[in-house]
């Protein structure tokens, strides 16, 4: 099992910066995926960026790319959301989340945080 806690939302000003943090726990191994999602109002769970626990390719949404960037630190056993040039439409319930290798479900899941930004 994996234990993911999500940290660092809140409210910032457009076009302002925010670093999300997860913290993860349990049992991993270097084949796991770690993924970031958010969530909006009245909308559906978006993928939003992933990468694997023991290496460097990274994956973004369109919507994303250019402004947030994925990172891990496996020393720490914590993964990063650097959001950047942020919008009002990013404003939503973050989470992170992890895959097995071979497995199409997110099975693991944080309780998220809530980033909002202002006009």
């Known amino acids: 099992q994996v234990q993911l806690v999500e940290s660092g939302g809140g409210l910032v000003q457009a076009g302002g910066s925010l670093r999300l943090s997860c913290a993860v726990s349990?049992?991993?191994?270097?084949?796991?995926?770690i993924g970031w999602f958010r969530q909006a109002p009245g909308n559906s769970r978006e993928f939003v960026a992933s990468?694997?626990?023991?290496?460097?390719?990274?994956y973004y949404t369109d919507s994303v790319k250019g402004r947030f960037t994925i990172s891990r630190d496996n020393a720490k056993n914590m993964v990063y959301l650097q959001m950047n040039s942020l919008k009002p439409e990013d404003t939503a319930h973050y989470y992170c989340?992890?895959?097995?290798?071979?497995?199409?479900?997110?099975?693991?899941w944080g309780q998220g945080t809530q980033v909002t930004v202002s006009s």
């Open positions: 349990g049992r991993t191994v270097s084949s796991d995926v």
């Open positions: 989340a992890v895959r097995r290798q071979g497995v199409n479900d997110w099975e693991y």
């Open positions: 990468m694997r626990w023991s290496g460097d390719t990274k």
